[in-house]
């Protein structure tokens, strides 16, 4: 496991949820600020607040393509951040099949019955911490080899 997971899961350890883990992790490996990503990362964790959407840790690798190879002008191309996004969720997909939080730990967070199947089945110390891993070390691969 590289260096950028192995943050991202002690964050995850230290009680950050998934979106905030995977994207402060990549910051500060990229050397980017990090002092406001946890804020940004929130509302996309427990996929995307809980409405059974992306998996957050998808999502804050996602925000940290954006914030790393995002345009500063509106004339600028959006070519570089879309390809890396699309190869990140291409990838994310064949291994786990989906990108859907729900699906992934087939229980809706957004439920109480779900978070309690959650809870009960330990799905944050089973499931979400190789979602977390994956999201953080494919994406510092694939700004590693843009460049």
């Known amino acids: 496991m590289s260096d950028v997971a192995e943050r991202a899961i002690a964050y995850w350890n230290e009680k950050w949820l998934c979106a905030e883990s995977v994207s402060r992790a990549l910051a500060e490996d990229l050397g980017i600020e990090a002092g406001c990503l946890p804020r940004a990362a929130t509302a996309f964790c427990s996929g995307l607040s809980r409405t059974g959407g992306m998996c957050g840790a998808l999502a804050g690798a996602v925000l940290v393509i954006g914030l790393a190879r995002g345009r500063d002008a509106a004339t600028g191309s959006l070519e ?39 809870a009960e089945q330990g799905l944050r110390d089973t499931h979400c911490p190789r979602f977390i891993a994956f999201a953080a070390e494919k994406t510092r691969s694939l700004l590693t080899e843009e460049g």
């Open 80 to 118: 570089v951040p879309y390809a890396l996004v699309q190869e990140l969720m291409a990838e994310f997909k064949a291994v786990f099949g989906t990108d859907n939080c729900a699906a992934l730990l087939g229980c809706h967070l957004g439920t109480p019955e779900g978070q309690k199947f959650f």
